[in-house]
């Protein structure tokens, strides 16, 4: 299979990029989101003039205004007027009157993996994928490299919780960067280092089936640097079945696991959790360490575990060094993100959106809440993946003791007959358990209501319930 070909990505991901300097002056659409605000952080870093819009204002907008970008908000082609480099996401549409008039105009259009590869420069490049865990993953790694001096730069899918930004500059030799495969683009960096943490079906709603996505992922692992480094993880298959077959085939570049499995080239094993932590014995050529986390969880461990055989085997730095930054890492926003305690209830916010990461985080937290009891308000994200995989959503959530279900997230998607959150609830009710479709108010008097001291109350999914868990602790402290 061609993969690049197939794929129905509008940009050409082996175009020959510019210079940084010859971006020159970047309007950047979307400028909010989370990519998005990421490029345009770096390239005010680098000292570019940058502009954007947004269809809502917000904190990020303020901080972008802050550093120096100007941003409005709405879209109207006269906001492009004078760039010269103009940057879309794969959610910009090709009737968005911005794009349009930047293409009239003749301005160049990157897409934001091209235009976050223009940054990158002549960086040590480590790019981490997976359907689940890459944002955490990529976060670890740079959260140890800031801690032990390496200063790398970085663009990640999620504010570093003490740095309180998703990206920067650094001096250092090393840039992380969260590798999107979600629309094929990952394989615009060619990195030095690439870590894999998963390779499951997610957004078939662009690749169409599942061998496409796993054919996209090993069009990804050729694109590693002659000399470089493909990280596997041994415990999921369809990234442990990437590693073998790119061993034939990788020429002077190496291929190095992790996981619990006996397998695993870095094992893990000797766990122990407690409450928001954990540690784990790793095992790497025969030498043991002491892995001691302050996030929840076994799949942390797992992410952990990818990001320190990035940073010493890929990257040259001390495993002791790795180890106290990884041991330093408090976390991510919207990543088991706690945002208040009331009266012993415990409000936590997650992003995560795809079966895999329901279950992982879900199951986490009922384990940290017992003999408590969870509470979770999950939105689910896409018409199209709520159709794909409301039973494997409806798994993931089966560990928590009361669920609330919000109606579907529709981000980029035009609503889909018949596809709402009763495909998820069904689920649910099949397995046994009580579920309700509810709205934002009634959701929130719902959780307020029941909790008990002990309990963890949730609100998951990558819209807009974030704005929930907020309230949630304000009206936990009215109650």
């Known amino acids: 299979m061609n993969v690049r070909s197939a794929l129905p ?15 020159a002056h970047v309007h950047v659409l979307a400028i909010g989101g989370a990519g998005m605000s990421a490029v345009a952080r770096l390239l005010l870093d680098a000292g570019l003039t940058v502009s954007g819009s947004d269809a809502k204002d917000g904190p990020v907008l303020d901080d972008l ?41 003749g301005a160049r259009v990157l897409h934001r993996s091209q235009a976050l590869a223009v940054a990158m420069q002549d960086s040590r490049r480590v790019a981490v994928a997976g359907a689940n865990g890459k944002t955490t993953t990529s976060s670890m790694l740079t959260s140890a490299l800031l801690h032990i001096g390496a200063a790398p730069s970085f663009a990640l899918g999620g504010e570093l919780a003490e740095q309180r930004t998703n990206a920067a500059l650094g001096e250092g030799d090393d840039f992380v960067a969260e590798a ?90 000797e766990v122990t959790l407690e409450g928001h932590g954990g540690s784990a014995r790793l095992t790497v050529a025969r030498r043991s360490y002491r892995l001691v986390l302050r996030v929840p969880g ?16 890929g990257c040259g730095h001390d495993p002791d060094r790795v180890l106290e930054g990884l041991a330093a890492f408090v976390g991510t926003r919207r990543r088991f993100e706690v ?22 985080v879900v199951s986490t937290a009922a384990e940290i809440a017992r003999p408590g009891r969870l509470h979770v308000i999950f939105q689910p994200h896409l018409y199209s993946r709520t159709r794909d995989f409301a039973e494997d959503f409806a798994r993931g959530l089966a560990a928590a003791d009361d669920v609330t279900l919000l109606e579907i997230y529709g981000a980029r998607e035009d609503p889909v007959p018949g596809v709402t ?33 002990g309990d963890i109350v949730m609100t998951v999914g990558a819209g807009d319930v974030t704005a929930l868990a907020g309230t949630i602790v304000e009206r936990l402290g009215a109650r």
Do not use: W
């Open 65 to 105: 205004r802050a550093r120096g970008a100007r941003v409005a908000i709405g879209h109207d082609p006269r906001q492009v007027e004078g760039a010269d480099t103009v940057v879309v996401s794969s959610a910009i549409r090709e009737d968005n009157v911005e794009l349009g008039a930047a293409r009239a105009a």
């Open 298 to 313: 076994r799949h942390n461990l797992l992410n952990a575990a990818g990001a320190f055989l990035a940073a010493t085997q």
């Open 339 to 360: 945002r208040g305690e009331v009266d012993g209830i415990t409000v936590v916010d997650d992003y995560a959106h795809n079966p895999g990461k329901v279950a992982a």
């Open 421 to 453: 959150s009763e495909l998820v609830a069904a689920g649910l009710r099949a397995a046994g358990r009580s579920v309700q479709v509810r709205s934002e108010a009634d959701a929130l008097s719902h959780v307020v209501s029941n909790a008990r001291s």
């Open 180 to 269: 999107d495969e979600s629309d094929g683009s990952f394989l615009v960096y060619h990195p030095h280092v690439a870590v894999v943490t998963n390779v499951q079906p997610d957004h078939l709603d662009f690749y169409g089936d599942f061998a496409t996505v796993q054919a996209a992922y090993g069009e990804f692992a050729r694109t590693v640097r002659p000399g470089g480094l493909l990280v596997v993880c041994a415990d999921d298959p369809g990234s442990a079945s990437l590693g073998e077959r790119f061993r034939g085939e990788s020429g002077d570049r190496t291929v190095v696991s992790y996981g619990f499995s006996d397998t695993a080239d870095a094992r893990l094993d």
């Open 9 to 23: 990505f509008r940009f050409d991901v082996e175009a020959d990029l510019p210079p940084l300097h010859q971006l």
